[in-house]
């Protein structure tokens, strides 16, 4: 592997990655097949806030790897299920060493899905969420031109926040608009950028 000018790691099948998706398998799949693939469906959007939500101080590829166990005791991510967990629930997850095991974020996966079924009378999680895509996309060419937050992040962790959400801070939320295709940040040399860009929206008003 080769480190260029860009920030991007020439990888021996010849592809440019950003250093985080460039060695572990696991997190080069990731990158190559599911990161900035737009996300459009309820169950998708309501698992991206949760995993990015405990993927708060730790690395992704911490959560990444405990995912098949997070859709395990989170009921595939069926925000109907997980609105009705309790309190008993919430102690069972806390001893459970297959997932990150904290008390607030736990209960904020609780919280966000009872918010997110609030949201069916508004027009869907997916709408509000959706709505706050930028007009344009970045185009960086390189990884030192990146941003960790924007606007629109700031934007939608206020709306997020105001219907009842928790653990979507801007920084947070600027991450879950990368992972599900809101904004495209790939650096113009890497082999996902361009024609694999995400179709652009009209952005919202900020």
């Known amino acids: ?30 990158y190559d097949t599911e990161w900035g693939v737009p996300v459009r469906d309820e169950h998708g959007l309501y698992e991206r806030i949760t995993l ?31 609105a009705a967990f309790e309190e008993t629930d919430v102690e069972r997850l806390l001893v459970d060493a297959r997932i990150v095991r904290n008390g607030a974020k736990i209960r904020a996966a609780v919280t966000n899905a009872r918010a997110t079924l609030a949201l069916r009378d508004e027009g869907g999680l997916v709408d509000l969420v959706w709505s706050f895509q930028p007009a344009a996309a970045p185009a960086p060419a390189s990884l030192a031109e990146i941003p960790t937050r924007s606007p629109e992040s700031l934007a939608l962790s206020k709306a997020l ?41 009209p952005g919202p008003a900020l």
């Open 1 to 30: 592997m080769t480190a260029r000018d860009d920030g991007l790691v020439l990888c021996e099948d010849g592809l440019a990655r950003p250093p985080w998706a460039a060695v572990d398998p696991m997190l080069r799949a990731y």
């Open 52 to 82: 990015e939500a405990f993927q708060s101080g730790l690395s992704w590829a911490t959560i990444l790897r405990k995912r098949d166990a997070f859709r395990e005791v989170f009921c595939a991510f069926d925000p109907e299920r997980v």
């Open 161 to 201: 926040r105001a219907k009842g959400f928790a653990f979507v801070g801007p920084t947070t939320m600027f991450a879950l608009m990368e992972a599900v295709g809101m904004v495209d940040t790939h650096v113009v040399g890497s082999h996902r950028a361009g024609p694999a860009a995400p179709p652009r929206g």
